[in-house]
């Protein structure tokens, strides 16, 4: 097989994640030892979070004509992306959350739901919620309200069962 194709197979394989994709997060993991890079690896993959290393160039072809092409530009230097397919914000906030603990992992860029976001951005939607905290606290927020409503309602029952 030639090199040509073979690297046609590695840009296909990232194109068809692509077009599944609610999100990517694109990073410069240069510096994290073995054992941190294995660390977020792991946790990731728990998360539904596909992770890898792709040369910039193969990258580059895979985002022509996608949502990701706001990418492009970002493409420079060594690069690691993260492709989630369900609640868009998760991979970045793990990888922020792990940026914490290993000062050396950078965003670079992401795209979210069709929308680019430098490095600055992505730090900011990282903070954000995942889908199931948000609705949970929602959920609470209506939960509180109606549990006062009905007790007071029971009391006001109540006290007209007695003077009756």
């Known amino acids: 097989m030639a090199k040509v194709e073979e690297k046609q197979v590695v840009v296909n394989a990232i194109k068809e994640k692509l077009e599944k994709a609610t999100s990517a997060v694109l990073v410069d993991a240069r510096g994290l030892t073995v054992e941190e890079d294995t660390r977020l690896r792991k946790t990731l993959r728990e998360a539904g979070v596909d992770y ?5 160039t193969m990258m580059n072809f895979a985002v022509d004509g996608t949502q990701f092409e706001g990418l492009k530009e970002y493409f420079k230097g060594p690069s ?3 492709i989630c397919y ?3 914000t998760v991979a970045a906030g793990i990888l922020n959350k792990f940026k914490k603990e290993a000062k050396v992992l950078e965003f670079k860029a992401g795209v979210i739901e069709g929308v680019c976001y430098d490095a600055k951005g992505m730090e900011a939607v990282a903070d954000i919620p995942s889908r199931e905290v948000l609705l949970s606290k929602l959920l609470g927020s ?4 109606m549990g006062s409503f009905a007790r007071v309602i029971k009391a006001y029952a109540e006290k007209k069962e007695e003077e009756a």
């Open 86 to 88: 369900e609640d868009p």
């Open 142 to 145: 209506f939960k509180s309200p």
């Open 52 to 56: 890898k290393v792709y040369k910039n």
């Open 80 to 82: 690691a992306l993260a």
